[in-house]
């Protein structure tokens, strides 16, 4: 079982709706919770993170974590075609030397104009 | 200012080979990381230095994969005897000194290295 697992996708929504995207983990140390945006044939950008349970909003973006259920997810309001990317969830631990994070394997959204 | 870079952005080599992928990370990052990003995967972890030394390696795969930071900004990683499943997108990171909280990882855009 991996350390993280993400619903594969892929997902295709027209302009305008909202989505959900979602992710299990199975270690109760981790740390940090973030979504990264990786655009086509780019390295992948953070969009938000945070480290309790509970929302955390950003604009049209809110991350959800679950701490007692090991649940994270990314809702994006008014979806924009620009937002057509690939979104991984990724969690930070750190341990000893050890600073890692671990990734999801990544849902690729397309948002229909 | 300039973001993390990375040489080359393509490389393909045959398999046996020795390959050297580069990495700029932004200045003033001490903290340097390298993953790998197979088709339809999220990145996988590697290595990650502190300054100059090598504080984690539990994720390099075998002993054919070893990565430098010999003055502590510049990295290489260094594959030897390539075979066909090092295929992958080799991405680098860097961000400011850590300590147990996160420090936001800026990434590079990666080299594409393909093995015949």
């Known amino acids: 079982q991996k350390e993280v697992e993400q619903d594969p996708g892929p997902l295709s929504v027209p302009e305008g709706a909202i989505v959900s995207l979602n992710c299990t983990y199975s270690?109760?140390?981790?740390?940090?919770f973030m979504w990264y945006r990786q655009y086509s044939r780019k390295g992948p950008e953070l969009l938000m993170y945070?480290?309790?349970?509970g929302n955390k909003e950003d604009g049209r973006f809110t991350a959800q974590v679950d701490k007692s259920s090991k649940y994270i997810s990314l809702f994006i309001r008014d979806s924009q075609p620009s937002d057509s990317a690939t979104y991984l969830c990724?969690?930070?631990?750190?341990?000893?030397?050890?600073?890692?994070?671990?990734f999801g394997s990544g849902t690729q959204l397309t948002v229909l104009p | 200012g300039a973001g993390v870079s990375q040489t080359p952005s393509n490389k393909v080599t045959e398999k046996g080979k020795y390959v050297e992928l580069r990495c700029d990370p932004i200045s003033g990052h001490t903290a340097l990381y390298w993953y790998r990003q197979s088709l339809g995967q999220g990145p996988e972890f590697l290595i990650y230095?502190?300054?100059?030394?090598?504080?984690?390696d539990s994720g390099l795969p075998n002993d054919r994969f070893f990565a430098v930071r010999p003055e502590g900004s510049v990295s290489t990683l260094k594959i030897q005897r390539t075979e066909r499943g090092d295929s992958a997108v080799y991405l680098c990171?860097?961000?400011?000194?850590?300590?147990?909280?996160?420090?936001?990882?800026?990434f590079g855009p990666g080299t594409r290295l393909t093995v015949l």
């Open positions: 945070t480290y309790s349970s």
């Open positions: 990171a860097s961000s400011l000194e850590t300590s147990v909280s996160y420090n936001e990882q800026f």
């Open positions: 990724a969690i930070w631990l750190s341990s000893g030397s050890a600073r890692q994070l671990t």
């Open positions: 230095f502190q300054g100059t030394g090598a504080a984690d």
């Open positions: 270690n109760s140390a981790f740390q940090y």
